[in-house]
């Protein structure tokens, strides 16, 4: 258990609609990040918030949003889906590297898979 | 210039066997970490080894051993006694920096396949 927890696990929708995925970082934690995993392919990085700022994008399409609470757990909206949005997400939370620059890795939650239809 | 490139898109191994999962990156940063991931097939990804870029001796978790190679920005997976269950995607990625918040670069995975 990587103390990630992301909810739905899975999802099925069709073209058009919006949906909501959620992500509760591990305790202690300030940073959250997206990723979007299409069939057999690599980590596409999406978003990153830390301690409710974002702070840094990548390949996130207008269609999508992101945002952090003040309590650090993360939303991401997808919206106006399209077949090509089906894909498995996965938020990651990660602690801040030591001094020395130890650690600091990324925990992943298990992920939410979308189905558009 | 890609942060993480891991050139081996398929890897064959005998059970019992090592292998090794080959893995470059890029950086001018001086501080940096590097990890390796697996991901089964059921999906989950699976935080495997970390290495420092200030660590002097090459990182090792049970059958999981890091080759970091600092000149050639190297830092390969070797995964010793193979077992049907590492059959699995695994990624390279890499943190730059010890400021909070960084970002992390993957590479695009090396789906291994162990032979029984």
């Known amino acids: 258990d990587s103390g990630v927890t992301q909810t739905p696990k899975h999802l099925i929708t069709a073209t058009g609609q919006r949906v909501t995925l959620r992500c509760s970082p591990r305790?202690?934690?300030?940073?959250v990040y997206w990723y979007q995993q299409s069939l057999d392919q690599g980590l596409q990085f999406l978003i990153q918030y830390y301690n409710g700022e974002e702070r840094a994008k990548g390949n996130i399409l207008e269609r999508f949003s992101a945002q952090q609470f003040p309590d650090l757990h993360s939303e991401l909206n997808l919206s106006s889906l399209e077949l090509g949005d089906s894909a498995l997400y996965f938020c990651?939370?990660?602690?801040?590297?030591?001094?020395?620059?130890?650690?600091?890795?990324?925990?992943f939650g298990e992920g939410s898979r979308l189905t558009v239809l | 210039a890609q942060k993480i490139t891991q050139t081996q898109p398929g890897m064959f191994v005998q059970e019992k066997e090592a292998v090794t999962l080959d893995c470059t990156y890029d950086t001018s940063d001086p501080s940096y970490g590097l990890f390796w991931y697996k991901q089964p097939s059921s999906g989950e990804m699976i935080f495997l080894i970390y290495q420092g870029s200030y660590d002097q001796q090459n990182a090792t978790e049970g059958r999981y051993s890091l080759n970091f190679q600092k000149a050639r920005k190297s830092a390969n997976l070797v995964i010793s006694a193979s077992q049907l269950g590492d059959s699995a995607m695994y990624f390279c990625a890499m943190r730059e920096g010890l400021g909070t918040g960084n970002q992390f670069y993957f590479g695009t995975g090396t789906s291994l396949t162990v032979i029984p």
């Open positions: 305790s202690g934690d300030l940073s």
């Open positions: 990651a939370s990660s602690g801040p590297p030591s001094r020395e620059g130890q650690g600091g890795e990324l925990f």
